[in-house]
């Protein structure tokens, strides 16, 4: 797929999710092109970044920068029964 195609689809995302609450709008782009777009699509749209990102939303691009570099999570703690 093209980077302007993907460009657009990830913009058009990202104007979705304007409408949503200020905290919820990166984690809520990066969640769905997580869960809807094809890993093929999220490397090129990575490498695209990789390369400058031109055209990238703000919002969209650092969604897709937490994407390529998540943060560590730690686990949730195992609690044995007593």
């Known amino acids: 797929m093209k980077p302007d195609n993907l460009v657009y689809m990830a913009n058009q995302i990202g104007k979705f999710f304007l409408s949503q609450r200020e905290d919820e709008v990166v984690p809520g782009i990066a969640n769905h092109i997580k869960k809807f777009w094809d890993p093929r699509m999220r490397e090129a749209i ?13 919002k969209v691009k650092e969604a897709l920068l937490q994407l390529m570099n998540p943060a560590d999570e730690t686990p949730a703690p195992r609690y044995l029964p007593l």
């Open 46 to 58: 990575f490498a695209y970044i990789d390369q400058g990102g031109e055209g990238l939303e703000p």
